[in-house]
DNA sequence: CTTAAAACTAAACGATTGTTTAGTATTCTT
DNA sequence: AAGAATACTAAACAATCGTTTAGTTTTAAG
């Protein structure tokens, strides 16, 4: 039947997702989207359905690229050192150049406030909760079965995460490399 | 001469301040603020001259704000307990009704990227130095005269500081005094 | 080939952005 | 009371926002 498409929509939202993230969801207009994808505007809308709709698949997107961390937490077997690893790759991770692009999740939940869009609310909620949850997983392996503990240290880990990934944005290396061990000497 | 002003600045600035503490730089539009301070928006340009004219009076209002519990912390003869106690009064001075506003400073940092307003970048830079600063000599009382030592937990606390802000928005009540606990129990 | 469905280009949509301007109302000084 | 300087109102500015629409090109099936 009629032609196929002439783009990957895979690619076009990882280069849309790199625009959020260094840019926040406000200020990246259509037009910078239009730009960086590479396509016109009608396709994006014929892709995604609108600006939200691009933003929710690079928020998908987001958390692909993460997993290759992510995954490398969960496999290891060590559990608060291997948490420490953790917050050290994702500097790494979020590298951008002198300062750091933060973290897509926890720039967008600074960003917006509590009447923006439910659906995207409800995706970093449920995305900081999966995390966390990891982290809890993690410290029950260094940490006697002592539940409320546990969930303490892993909301303890979760809010740093978000002080990390202001950090990686404002500090310099050694700042916020200190600042983990910071944070790690009483675990 | 002429007829004077029916309106007081400091006054409307504190309304403009509180917009853009709730909604952020981008989300606060003109049309609202004029809605917010009361005034047309010919007398806002009239007495700041344009958006980022309000926005820096509006950080200097809020410093004045904060200043309430930074004096407090100044004057305290503790020294780390003060510091904690700083970061439980930043909570309820940062409190809106179930979740807190976060700090102006740290949202905005959260919020703009590398290209945005120079002043303003200044202006963030130069607050969170100046916080920091006082951070280092409450330390000085606790710890002896180690200036390394002191310099790094100074950032440890700053960065902390950030993520107690940004968790402040997101996270309850007992989860944001879980992480105070926390961040203080090596120091 | 013909044809029809989908992908494309490009222009325009109304609404809103930050900012300015023209015109009117007010008030203090002389 | 007259005059002049300033504060005010309200409308309009160009530019951009996210979104849609009309028209053209491509392509694969019949």
Redesign the pocket.
Known sequence: ???????NEQEVIEKAMNLFWRNGYET?????LEKEMG?????I??SFG???GVFLESIKCYKLRLAQIINKLKATSKGVAGLKQYFYDFIEFSKEKERGKGCLIVNTANELGEDANPKIQAELMKFTAEVKEIFANKLNRDIPDNASLIEQQADYLIISMFGLASASRMFNKSQVENYIENIFKNL
């Open positions: 039947m009629p032609r196929s498409k002439q783009y990246t207009s259509m037009q910078m396509i016109n505007k009608f396709s809308y014929a609108n600006k939200n």
